[in-house]
């Protein structure tokens, strides 16, 4: 199984109207140490473009909270409890997985793992789809790798 491809019609998920979008949806594990390392530096879509990013926890919504606060997470998260039939419907082989969805339901860009040259361009096409000013996520003086495996 692989990730959604870009062009690929999302999925639907219960309380996000892709047709309000666009939509950054970022899926995550707490136990995860790269989700871990990429949550403050994704918190920064949620800063950038309010309510665009909704993030998917694999995990029951009180670890989800208490993530949050741990890592200074405010935009909203879903729960996908096992057998994890979202994380199955978007082909997630690996955490943390971010995918931007275009208000037709059409994914326009997938990143998986974390990727910094990813993560901006997908701040990038962000900003270019909701009529926002970019926003650079990370960069090379913030103390994270380019990239790192999820």
């Known amino acids: 199984m692989r990730a959604l491809a870009t062009g690929s019609t999302a999925p639907p998920i219960e309380g996000v109207e892709f047709g309000t979008g666009p939509f950054a949806l970022f899926f995550y594990k707490v136990t995860c140490p790269v989700c871990q390392m990429a949550?403050?530096?994704?918190?920064g879509f949620e800063s950038a473009y309010p309510g665009r990013i909704v993030g998917i926890g694999q995990d029951p919504e009180q670890s989800l909270v208490s993530f949050g606060r741990e890592f200074g997470v405010t935009f909203h998260s879903l729960v996908d409890a096992p057998p994890y039939d979202l994380s199955n419907a978007y082909g997630i082989t690996v955490v943390p997985?971010?995918?931007?969805?275009?208000?037709d339901g059409t994914i326009v860009e997938s990143v998986e793992s974390w990727?910094?040259?990813g993560i901006n361009a997908l701040s990038a096409r962000l900003a270019?789809?909701?009529d926002a000013p970019y926003v650079q996520i990370s960069d090379s003086t913030d103390g994270l790798p380019s990239f790192r495996p999820g």
């Open 39 to 43: 949550a403050p530096k994704v918190q």
């Open 97 to 103: 997985t971010t995918f931007l969805v275009d208000r």
């Open 115 to 117: 990727d910094r040259e």
């Open 128 to 130: 270019e789809l909701s």
